[in-house]
T-cell receptor
């Protein structure tokens, strides 16, 4: 199974809402990533988890809160987002830090 | 500063034609270079991955080349199909470091 799954596919939320994005992989990968991608731009790295511990936080605002409950799951908790946070949020996993990253299909987030 | 530059920014070709996309990088110390295909609104899908010692890697109609001396890579698409219309992203990783993404090349294949 070389699939990374993400839920939901689409999410519309208001600026006062709290929501969560979920990501799951069953490839035994120990590195998992969150990316944000705006239209016609490459993915921008947000967070990296290595062996279930946060290893990289690219100065992401605290309204984004990642969580890695176990080696297969990665969550991104959202609170008090701004309209400019609307984007495609991608999850990825890899076997080692620089191995091929397998991406999920993404969650299209719209903040009203 | 690690950088990855891709050219052209966009490309339009007719179905059945070949094309070549370019990627120049200044990532150091070099670990590997990957080409991804990303359909609109979808996650990137890996096409090839090459390490320092590999010059060429093929995946069906996609052939990637790597010149580690000049720090250049190319992705050649043979006999293009309408389904090849997508963004192609070059990603270069450094040892014990992060991956650097290029801005991508948007390919449109017209019938």
């Amino acid at each position: 199974d070389t699939e990374v799954t993400q839920t939901p596919k689409h999410l519309v939320m208001g600026m006062t809402n709290k929501k969560s994005l979920k990501c799951e992989q069953h490839m035994g990968h120990r590195a998992m990533y969150w990316y944000k991608q705006k239209a016609k731009k490459p993915p921008e790295l947000m967070f990296v988890y290595s062996y279930e511990k946060l290893s990289i936080n690219e100065s992401v605002p605290s309204r984004f809160s990642p969580e890695c409950p176990n080696s297969s799951l990665l969550n991104l908790h959202l609170h008090a987002l701004q309209p400019e946070d609307s984007a495609l949020y991608l999850c990825a996993s890899s076997g080692q830090g620089t191995d091929t990253q397998y991406f999920g299909p993404g969650t299209r987030l719209t903040v009203l | 500063k690690n950088q990855v530059e891709q050219s052209p920014q966009s490309l339009i070709i007719l179905e059945g034609k070949n094309c070549t996309l370019q990627c120049n990088y200044t990532v150091s110390p070099f670990s590997n270079l990957r080409w991804y295909k990303q359909d609109t609104g979808r996650g990137p899908v890996s096409l090839t991955i090459m390490t320092f010692s590999e010059n060429t890697k093929s995946n069906g109609r996609y052939t990637a080349t790597l010149d580690a001396d000049t720090k250049q890579s190319s992705l050649h698409i043979t006999a293009s199909q309408l389904s090849d219309s997508a963004s192609y992203i070059c990603v270069v990783s450094a040892y014990a470091g992060k991956s650097t993404f290029g801005d991508g090349t948007t390919l449109t294949v017209k019938p």
